[in-house]
């Protein structure tokens, strides 16, 4: 899981990569490098920045690289990949519930490095259904890109 710390952390970095050019428009995400409201898809940013940083780190989560020990989880995150990465931080950190330890975010507690297909043959064990039994709380982002429930 991760905090909102976390959260703040991550858009900082993706903002430094986008900014150094590491992060760049792509025929399936043309974000404008300048615009700071939306920024780059959770497709772009898993693709160019979260895939490459945990593979070099063992192909783990983000969310274990960040807290090896572990958090608490009590808010199940659920989003649209198709959203602008700074829309989806600055919608979350706001919408923070007060008293939420920690949350799971799938791009960030699933390591994006592996099959992640694999880990979801199972419905019901897969990770995503052992979150949710977990946490007391659920919250769902909209984006402005598209309605979350184009995904289903």
Known sequence: CISKEDLTFFQRAVAEEVAQGRILPTGRDAFDPRDVRN?????????????????DAGRMSWALLRNPGGLTCSVFITHCWAEGVYEFVNKVVRSWPPRGRGAWCCIFANPQGLDIGGLINDPASSPFAVALRSTSCVMVVPTTRCSIYTRI
Not at 39 to 55: I, N, Q
């Open 39 to 55: 920024g780059p898809s959770m497709y772009t940013v898993v693709d160019a920045y979260l895939k490459p940083l945990t593979e």
